[in-house]
């Protein structure tokens, strides 16, 4: 019954595919819209529209498609209440998955094993810089204007037809990127706008350096604000800022506008170093902690950092190596095998795999694309001698098996790692003899 609802109300003007941008007619005829219409959302688009409210695209997803990209992540913004939505999937047997959102007004329907996130339109009525406490209205613009930036606050209508109030459409054409209204009125409203400010223009932005003075004047009197900011979503929006355009010069700005004290980064980080890692690296793809880690100065400032984005584990050793190892761990240009003393590294630490992908990174760091590929195909050799060995020898001492490991191992590294099992034994201190 949805799928003929659908053809009955929906389809007539998915086929028109058009939209009004400033009085022009555009025409959004592309196969990345087209493909969003599964079986899944064209049963939801009937049940709304049988229900007669309004379902649009919004946000994100409707910024990629006008930039001709398939959207990863589709939000929907709804007429409709969280009560409405509720009631009017419950009687259609739809599932909805309870959620954090449900009191902002968001509900998840499942539909034709897709989850459907939808959104009532909303007002913030208090705010605190972190949090809001909404209203729900039926105002599309109303909901538009609490948006973040221009590009951000876009809907675009099943039928095609894109609602743009506050020329989205153009900034993204113009590679712009610009709150909405007031800056310094879209920032205090959540203080994590000044880094979805940096993420997203390092996204769209065509020049390095083409902001608006007043944005940057109110990112500035606002800085502090990110201190109440948790970490961890600092850190989602810094990871997406590093592997964007323009990276090297939007820390710059974090360090001059005052931002860094307040994210955790440190108050005399290597700006310079950052610069030109970014420069030479970015082609190797490196991971966002190993550019970061070129502002750390120091072991300390790995712990500093840790502590109030809260990296991973991982994160956090890596930057610690990167730290640690990067003015001594370097391909050898004259030498036979130019990794010879980061292969030798890796096979003699433990685990080899860790140590494996932390050089590799670290080489990527240096600016070595091509050496750090060969690392990532190059399988450590495997110490041939095991305890086991030493005991069929007659060693039983836990204490002398472990010496004896010792100062084999050390012998094979002499011999560039060629020394095979054989040889090493053979070279074993006689003991006692293995009972017969």
Known sequence: MQLMLWSRLVLPAFRTLHSRVEGRTMRLGTSEFQCLFTDGLKAIAALFSEHGHELRIAGGAVRD????????DIDFATSATPAQMKEMFSAAGVRTINTLGEKHGTITARVHEQNFEITTLRVDVTTDGRHAEVEFTTDWQTDSERRDLTINSMFLGLDGTLYDYFNGMEDLKNKKVRFVGDPEKRIQE??????RYFRFYGSVAEHADAHEPQTLVAIERNAAG?????????????KKTLMGNHASHLFALIYKLGVAPHIGLPCDGNVGELQRVWERSRASAPRPITL?????RCADDVGHLDARLRLSKDERNLAAFVVKHRGELRPDADGDDPLGSIKAF???ARPHGEAKARASELLRYLGEAGPAVELDGWRPPAFPVSGHDLRRLGLTSGKE???ELQRLRALWQRSGYRADKDALLASVRQGPKPKS
């Open 65 to 72: 498609l006008l930039s001709g990209k398939q959207p990863q």
């Open 346 to 348: 890796v096979t003699d």
């Open 226 to 238: 990110l201190a109440g900011i948790a970490g961890e979503r600092i850190w989602v929006e810094l």
């Open 401 to 403: 098996i472990g010496t």
């Open 292 to 296: 970061l880690s070129a502002l750390l």
């Open 190 to 195: 959540d203080y994590l706008r000044i880094l």
